[in-house]
């Protein structure tokens, strides 16, 4: 008697593992234009944040995308017009798992409506110091200066101070290592110029070119101490190796991992990319804005 509820038992948790395990075959984590998605015999307009089951079909409309994570963790793009059916879709992926599933619910999860509304919240019960530069910078502050990648991407307000603009870069003890004018509100720092080459940590700071005392604060950039870079350099190599080709979803779970690594610089350089790959979604524009609001970088 004991061996047959034993087994009845075994059964009941292999069928229930069974049907968790196929509760969903991907999620949308980005979506633009009228796309819809099939479940049962009605079609719906298809959502951000939603779950594809096996059986369900979804619609891309003209001109229209959809990002996809497989619950492996594998992330997929649709850009052609037509209809797909979920399980043809599953079959592409192919077998192995991956850790970056953690990550599409760290996106999810923090660009979810109860998300945001607690950010608001939080916003709104802490009393944060007014910025009285001419000019906001958007960068973290500087305990989030650290930076992996070799190119850092520096944007900056221009709806009060109108370009051209000066960027000057000093090291640490305010000796002047390079000064640039731009009439654009960005700039790349890359890291590989030689005359940066001696330095690990650097200031950097945007002045109209009109009027010098139309400034921002002072932000710090710096390179990641050769251990921290090591860390990273495995954390990738071994979490991350699905996202080696340039594609505007692999940008977008890039930049979920740099923020999870504490790593903010690098996570405005993915979301950068993430958009040029694909400008047309707003998806990707929404995410960074909201990275932005949480991160206190934008208010």
Do not use: C
Request: no cysteine.
């Amino acid at each position: 008697m004991k061996s047959t509820k034993l087994t009845l038992v075994l059964t009941l948790l292999a069928a229930s593992s069974l049907v968790f395990a196929q509760d969903y075959s991907f999620k949308v984590l980005a979506n633009k234009g009228s796309n819809e998605v099939k479940s049962g015999d009605d079609w719906q307009p298809l959502k951000t944040g939603a779950s594809l089951k096996l059986t369900d079909e979804v619609k891309l409309a003209d001109n229209s995308y959809i990002g996809l994570v497989h619950k492996t963790g594998k992330p997929m793009e649709l850009k052609a017009a037509g209809k797909y059916k979920v399980s043809e879709l599953d079959s592409k992926v192919g077998t192995g798992s991956s850790v970056l599933n953690k990550y599409t619910d760290f996106i999810l999860s923090s660009n979810s409506a109860e998300a945001k509304k607690n950010r608001l919240n939080a916003t709104g019960a802490v009393h944060r110091a007014t910025e009285t530069a001419s000019i906001k910078v958007m960068l973290p502050e500087n305990q989030f200066a650290g930076v992996y990648n070799s190119v850092a991407v520096v944007n900056w307000d221009n709806s009060k101070v109108p370009g051209p603009y000066i960027v000057t870069i000093k090291d640490i003890f305010e000796e002047e290592l390079s000064k640039v004018e731009t009439p654009e509100n960005t700039f790349q720092f890359d890291f590989s110029d030689p005359k940066f080459s001696k330095d690990d940590a650097f200031l950097i700071e945007i002045a109209s070119k009109a009027d010098a005392k139309l400034v921002s604060k002072q932000h710090m950039i710096k390179k990641l101490a050769p251990k921290e870079k090591a860390n990273i350099t495995q954390q990738l190599q071994e979490n991350m190796a699905d996202l080696q080709d340039q594609t505007a979803m692999n940008k977008y779970l890039l930049a979920a991992f740099y923020e999870q690594n504490n790593l903010i610089i690098d996570a405005i350089s993915s979301y950068e990319e993430a958009i040029k790959l694909a400008p047309d979604v707003t998806s990707f524009k929404e995410a960074y804005d909201e990275f932005l609001l949480r991160q206190g970088i934008k208010k």
